[in-house]
């Protein structure tokens, strides 16, 4: 995974964090002004005031405590004189703040979270772009894949006891493909640059093809198959014995 894609990941989940918890500030600011203010707590007015949805304040276990405890104080279940420690400790509202104050909490709340939407709304901008270019590549990728030919390599052992020859295919991309024994045909196989290796054996093409090349590196031959192989083959390759 790319090192941009995780670090825009982690921005994102921190600006929604961020967001919750603004949300939540706004909640406290507005239902402490309307209780300073004895104003009615309802779900319609706190959702006017505050900017908020009503599914936030249903659907928000800790918005949903918080605006019930306000509603309890509004409706005069709780004096504010006569709360005890316990209680005014859960309840997480002050019904005593300053309206200025209040104000003034409420207005740098409302910044707060209008730059935590803003950049939130930024990171989805550039992850979209991002997931845009990869789209874009996948397509690239799946139409080069779906121009490819069908393509077999035919291993054909050259010597005695063709029956009990191992040989090994190895992939452009460095994965096994292929643990052979004996005389066979393998499927599957895409333009690109394969490793082929037998113990104490050669390969080579059994007839010279446009665009097939094999050549000898190290302890292993290299298949070169290019894209100007535009139809279906097969490939014969002879298996020959070097010591």
Known sequence: MPKDHKRNTS????????IVQEKYNTLKTVL??????KEEVTVARVCELSGLSKSYLYQNEKAKKLF?????????????NHISPNTHGKLDINPKMRHDDMLLQYEETKRKLYETYMMT???????????????????????????????KLHIIPNCKNRGFLSYSITTPKGQKLYNGIGEDTIKGIIWGTYTLFAKHHSFELATHIDGIIIEKKDDCYLLTITDTIKEEITIDILMNVTD
């Open 11 to 18: 921005s994102m989940q921190e600006a929604r964090q961020k």
């Open 32 to 37: 402490e002004d309307m209780i300073h203010n």
């Open 121 to 151: 709304f930024r990171l989805i901008k550039e992850e979209n772009k991002r997931l845009k270019k990869a789209i874009q590549s996948s397509q690239k990728r799946l139409e080069y894949l779906q121009s490819m030919p069908k393509i």
């Open 68 to 80: 019930n405890e306000a509603k309890a104080l509004d409706e005069g279940r709780a004096k504010y």
